[in-house]
């Protein structure tokens, strides 16, 4: 088993940073890697961005590239997810979640953190 707490969310205004976290605990050892995904009224989750644990190489969706960076602490278990030059649209329930394998689906998710951007 596998908890994962999201922390970091607030209401910003346009042009604003913010730093998401994203700790692990429980049976940590097997995790290949973690990612953030995010999801909007009305709207299906959407991926944002991903880190493999043991090289750390990441992957971001084309709407954020440039603006937010993904990152991990593999002694703390946690990953970061740092949000530069926000915009209204990327308003949304922001989740963390863990995968065991890369040819495996994320089965481990966190509660959600809320971010909100104004104009």
């Known amino acids: 088993q596998v908890q994962l707490l999201e922390s970091g969310g607030g209401l910003v205004q346009a042009g604003d940073s913010l730093r998401l976290s994203c700790a692990a605990s429980?049976?940590?050892?097997?995790?290949?890697?973690m990612g953030w995904f995010r999801q909007a009224p009305g709207k299906e989750r959407e991926f944002v961005a991903c880190i493999t644990w043991s090289t750390g190489t990441a992957y971001y969706a084309d709407s954020v590239k440039g603006r937010f960076t993904i990152s991990s602490d593999n002694a703390k278990k946690t990953v970061y997810l740092q949000m530069n030059s926000l915009k209204p649209e990327d308003t949304a329930l922001y989740y963390c979640a863990a995968r065991s394998s890369f040819y495996k689906d994320y089965d481990y998710w966190g509660q959600g953190t809320q971010v909100t951007v104004s104009s």
């Open positions: 429980g049976r940590t050892s097997s995790m290949y890697g």
